[in-house]
């Protein structure tokens, strides 16, 4: 029995919310970095913020293939709802913190409690959306992901608001997401069997460890998914404080120069990217795999540029180019994935994706911090990330799929 497409959007539109959540509730502290670390002396460095933000990563990344096998082997409903639950419950304890420690503490809660969405949330869809609306229905949600970063980019006026501060928006954010878990457990579903689910059971964990990693194909596409994630995690968390310092304006102008106008183009870039994959779908099996290069091809340059730019003009104009590129690469990963291993490993392939990927965001993100401290120039370091996703390019062309996961009514001609 096939998902019925109202069902399979509903699924999208109820998600769509969390996903904006999910990263609101990450993007905030990046855009409040100057009141955090004024309100909490005890950070002290930039090697500490980027150590806490790394632990957020790193604790995230352990967990991602966990959370990925509860959804495969259990419940994908339940596991969302859960999830989004106990990080909005974090999330208003963030706002009570009085020391570092305590602040990493709940960063690290923060990486416990999110690990479990992502993964199951993409394999849900990708589960009701088996034809030739996949790229599309990931490409949507991933433009509520993009939206809660821009929100989280406005954090920064909040945050130097003195009716406000970033105490007040932390626990604001908590208790929205405490009281939408509740309709969200109510009407999300999960899908119906499915003439696309093997009769194979499900794996035991290293049953699934060893399927997926004697897949060559998901080798690559881990290494795909990790390489220009480097760039984009410092991106996301580093950039409203790079613009600040750079070009010597306001934290709030900071936050919302470093976020809203690329993420807004990573919309254009997801829709479009969806549209275009979905489309190329139709006459190639391979149609999706193009669409994602393409705009890894956008991401190159905008890194490069970013790290050169000589006035905020310049650096706003090359990252709005990164977030084309990174939105038509973000929503097409899912998809490629469901393309090369079956969709009973789909979200614990995901977690394993971010296990890799976002590892190697937090070691980034630390790292930046260090040579930020000891004042690396920035065309350096961004000069470095875009050579890693040059070599992306190569890595997503070499990658195959399977002729039996790709559903016939995807493509028109062979």
Known sequence: MQPTPRTAWLVVALLMPVALLNYL????????????????PSIGTQANWGLMLGQFKWVY???????????DRFSRRLTIGGSLFVWSAVTWG???????????????????????????????????????????????????????????????????????????????????????????????????KSEERSPAPTASPLGALRELFANRSFILLVLYFTLPAMAGWVVRDWMPSILRKQFD???????????????????????????????????NPRGRIYASAIGMSLIVPAIF????????????????????????????????LSQIVRPELRATGYGLMNFVSISCGGLADWGFGLMRDRQISLNVSFGAFASLAVFSVVLVLLIKPRNDLTSESDILIR
């Open 25 to 40: 509730d990450r993007q905030m502290l990046a855009s409040m970095q100057a009141s955090v670390m004024s309100d909490i």
């Open 61 to 71: 990344a352990f967990l991602s293939p966990v959370g990925g096998y509860v959804a």
């Open 94 to 192: 963030t706002g009570q913190v009085t020391t570092f420690d305590e602040l990493l503490w709940a960063r690290s809660l923060m990486g416990i409690s999110e690990a479990f969405y992502i993964p199951a949330a993409l394999a849900l869809i990708a589960d009701h959306h088996t034809g030739r609306t996949r790229s599309r229905a990931v490409g949507l949600h991933q433009v509520a992901i993009y939206l809660g970063v821009i929100t989280g980019g406005f954090g920064g006026y909040a945050a130097a608001d003195p009716n406000l501060g970033w105490r007040f928006a932390f626990t604001i954010c908590g208790g929205l997401g405490m009281l939408y878990a509740v309709p969200l457990l109510i009407l999300l579903r999960n899908p119906p």
């Open 249 to 283: 304006i306001g934290q709030g102008r900071a936050g919302v120069a470093a976020t809203l106008y690329w993420q807004v183009a990573a919309i254009i870039g997801a829709v479009g990217g969806g549209w275009l994959a979905d489309g190329w779908m139709r006459k």
């Open 305 to 336: 540029g970013v790290g050169n730019a000589g006035s905020l003009v310049v650096a706003v104009a090359f990252l709005i180019l990164f977030g084309l590129g990174w939105g038509i690469f973000d929503g097409n990963n899912m998809p490629i």
